[in-house]
């Protein structure tokens, strides 16, 4: 426990009673978002973001530890933990490298090296590496069933040579470092059948690039190609090196006599091809994948942040628009509170072009109901859409409303779920859709938790990624959301209490159901009346459950009940009442904090509680703005370069941002163009959901790819040299491969023996027939055995 909380204190930058005060919150049962927002002066101020990394890396080091005590414990057994090991297997910062470091020793009961001392050729290989002795003459007088002659004990004795020498973890260890300073990663086309079917990939049809500066989402590409059986990957490196060392570390150029020394050679070259090698590559692209992984998942996960903390249109009469051509355009007008109130179909496009009866429809339905916002989806025809709204609204200007373009990205996914059939049991599929983009504009955050957050579409690579790992990492971003916001109690949807602090799925379905059955909660204590919301579970949740116009005019607030008591203390104090003290900057700015700080209220509490009267219920979100489309341009062709457009970010990667500027294909805003400065991480600069001015400056109509820019036109370019714009897929859409950079890319070496086919041996050297199967690993590779 004392070296997980070291650790964990150095990773947090944080002291170890921090560590050791959220371990123990954690433990028994408290949320991330109840510990940073209510328990601060428990860990001394710890916030949410060292909170969620912390109870992240717990989970994973407490399975590390665990794992790490098994092989220390099997390495004790086998008597092979020698201190360097120990040392070795102390230091292994991740379950990959400790199951490296493990795998030379893990019992492999029907290995050929185990085989073959099972059968008593332990001592005869020991007898070839020590002493000078012919290798054939050693086995004088050695008799097996499962190896009649000599050939096959040769082969076998190099199995149980080659598993000893694997046992050297200081040697492995170097051949990996050696290895990995020259290593290239190569992609291939898998076949020239593969060309058209996989024509998405062919920017890596034959690329090569220095393995150490495969940047994440480029590597995360060629993965996909591989494992959609278009692009063959290798990781390419040099053999003299390690062979050389190998031959150094055993001394053998100065072995005796030479047939002894061919044969050990020869081990030493089966060694490093046959085992090391593909260990190495394997092992160099796993902890390059896992690390591509790790980022992917850090980049969905703050667009992710953003987009649902994006700005709320709030409490807004609003109309949503679903577009289509044939199946028509799907209306459904939502009131204030969500409800659905009108639904209905226009067909203004081919094949019944019925464009008046569309805007007379849109009309009636906007002055029936006083709608104010119309959300339009962003998908099939949706510019078109928009013209047919644009010019209902210059028909009827004196209904004053307002159109905004909304992703409707995961918009059928929710259609189609069991949580839409329950909410929404009498309209049709196609209907449903459209009510999900209305609500996603009145409130992102409320409706967007409807849908699997791999649904949303503002990853990088998410399909292609650890699934269980990116669920569990999304799932923390959308409690961490749902919390900072909170909910109202009397209103909120069962998919959007299931995140709150301390409740469940289970448990918020029963609050839904008992809101039914006995109506409105009146303040938060009548939320212990619902089933199975205990003691424990009412503390974690109640502070993020709002009640409006309730009975206590706390409960609007994010005060929690057990800090009630403190305000009635700092009211009395101020001659004043709970209802006049809200919202009244005058009489908070006079409140002394440390004259009521004492053993149950810190400081922190204190000043917490002060900030949600001043401002109670205040909502982080940002305050709700459009983005206006020119309403001349409406697809790609009609884009030119250097034309200037306002956009929003729809997405957010390693290397670069993606704007929708209104013509049904996001453009690229690559990293070198976010700004006049260097940019490190495109994060730090722009977010889903933002409005920008952007500039045109390349269009492949035919690829259907945008390039653009957001500096000025003319400015210089940002100090540290950027590669040029390069087309990386966008999360919400299949691959589009990279287009190739102008600046010159690295040339694509063939090796001798790596792509090429070599000639086969007409015949092999008698050495080479002993080896047995192993030997044909050498052969194939076009090295043969010494003479």
């Known amino acids: 426990m004392t070296d997980l909380v070291q650790q964990l204190a150095k990773e947090i930058a944080v002291r170890p009673n921090q560590v050791e005060a959220a371990i123990k919150l954690i433990d028994e049962g408290a949320s991330v978002p109840f510990i940073a927002r209510y328990r601060k002066e428990v860990t001394q101020g710890l916030d949410d973001t060292q909170l969620r990394q912390l109870d992240t890396r717990l989970s994973y080091l407490r399975d590390l530890f665990e794992r790490r005590e098994k092989v220390i414990e099997s390495l004790k057994e086998q008597n092979k933990l020698s201190d360097d090991l120990l040392t070795r297997v102390n230091a292994a910062e991740t379950k990959n490298v400790l199951e490296e470091l493990y ?164 081990t030493a070259k089966l060694f490093w091809l046959g085992k090391i090698r593909p260990q190495i590559e394997h092992s160099l692209l796993t902890e390059k994948r896992l690390i591509a992984e790790a980022e992917a998942m850090d980049v969905f996960a703050e667009n992710l942040r953003h987009l649902l903390l994006s700005a709320p249109a709030g409490s807004r009469c609003t109309l949503g628009v679903d577009p289509g051509i044939r199946t028509g355009v799907k209306l459904a007008v939502v009131n204030a509170s969500g409800d659905v109130v009108a639904h209905s179909t226009v067909y203004p496009f081919a094949p019944k072009e019925d464009k008046a009866g569309s805007i007379a429809e849109l009309a009636r339905l906007c002055r029936e109901f006083d709608v104010d916002l119309i959300a339009i989806g962003n998908g099939t025809a949706s510019r078109e859409t928009e013209a047919v709204v644009a010019e209902m609204m210059t028909q009827n200007p004196d209904l004053k409303l307002t159109r905004v373009s909304v992703s409707e990205a995961g918009a059928s996914v929710y259609s189609a779920s069991e949580l839409a059939s329950a909410e929404l049991p009498e309209l049709d599929v196609s209907i449903r859709g459209a009510v999900s983009i209305a609500r996603r504009l009145q409130d992102p955050l409320a409706e967007l938790v409807k849908i699997d957050p791999k649904s949303i579409g503002v990853g990088q690579y998410q399909h292609d990624v650890n699934q269980a790992g990116l669920a569990k990492t999304l799932e923390a971003v959308v409690e961490d959301c749902v919390n900072s916001v909170g909910v109202d109690v009397n209103t909120a949807s069962a998919a959007i209490l299931g995140y709150i ?147 929003v970010i729809t997405n957010v990667t390693n290397f670069g941002a993606f704007v929708d500027v209104g013509v049904h294909q996001d453009g690229l805003v690559h990293i070198s163009e976010l700004a006049n400065e260097f940019v490190a991480d495109p994060h730090k600069v722009v977010k889903p959901g933002q409005i920008v001015q952007v500039r045109v400056l390349q269009v492949d109509a035919e690829r259907n790819r945008v390039n653009l820019s957001m500096r000025p036109e003319g400015s210089e370019a940002p100090v540290k040299a950027q590669r040029q714009p390069r087309r990386e897929q966008n999360g919400q859409n299949e691959p589009r491969g990279e287009r190739k950079p102008q600046a010159k890319r690295p040339q694509t070496a063939r090796p001798q023996g790596d792509h090429a086919q070599a000639k086969k041996p007409q015949s092999a050297k008698p050495q080479e027939q002993k080896i047995g199967g192993l030997g044909a690993l050498l052969l194939q590779a076009g090295i043969k055995g010494s003479k």
């Open 501 to 647: 602090a301390g409740l469940n799925k289970s448990i918020a379905q029963q609050i839904v159901e008992y809101r039914k059955d006995n109506g409105r909660f009146d303040n938060r204590q009548a939320l212990k009346n619902v089933p199975r919301l205990g003691e424990r579970t009412f503390e974690q949740a109640a502070g993020f459950l709002r009640i409006q116009e309730g009975s206590e005019p706390l409960d609007a607030s994010a005060v929690h009940p057990e800090s009630y008591a403190l305000v009635s203390k700092i009211v009395a104090a101020k001659a004043t009442t709970v209802k006049d003290i809200i919202g009244n900057s005058e009489i908070i700015r006079q409140v002394n904090a440390e004259e009521f700080a004492d053993d149950k209220f810190g400081l922190p509490t204190i000043q917490d509680v002060l900030n949600e009267l001043d401002k109670p219920g205040r909502d982080p979100r940002p305050e709700f703005r459009t983005a206006k489309f020119r309403e001349d341009i409406t697809d790609v062709s009609q884009l030119t370069e250097g034309l200037q457009l306002e956009g």
């Open 103 to 266: 795998a030379p020793y893990r019992p492999k009961r029907t290995s050929k090296s185990f085989k073959a001392k099972e059968a008593g050729l332990a001592p005869i290989a020991a007898k070839i590496f020590a002493e000078q002795v012919d290798p054939t003459e050693a086995l004088a007088g050695f008799s097996h069933e499962d190896y009649p002659d000599v050939e096959s004990q040769l082969d076998a004795i190099q199995h149980i040579l080659i598993d000893d020498w694997a046992q050297n973890i200081a040697l492995t260890t170097e051949l990996k470092a050696t290895f990995a300073k020259t290593a290239v990663l190569k992609s291939l086309v898998a076949s020239d059948e593969k060309k058209e079917v996989g024509k998405k990939f062919r920017d890596y049809f034959d690329f090569s690039e220095n393995f150490n500066k495969v940047p994440s989402h480029r590597l995360l590409a060629m993965l996909r190609g591989r494992q959609e059986n278009v692009l063959n990957l290798k990781v390419d490196g040099e053999n003299d090196a390690p062979l050389s060392r190998i031959e150094t570390e055993y001394h053998l150029d100065s072995v005796q006599p030479q047939a002894r020394a061919d044969y050990l050679k020869q």
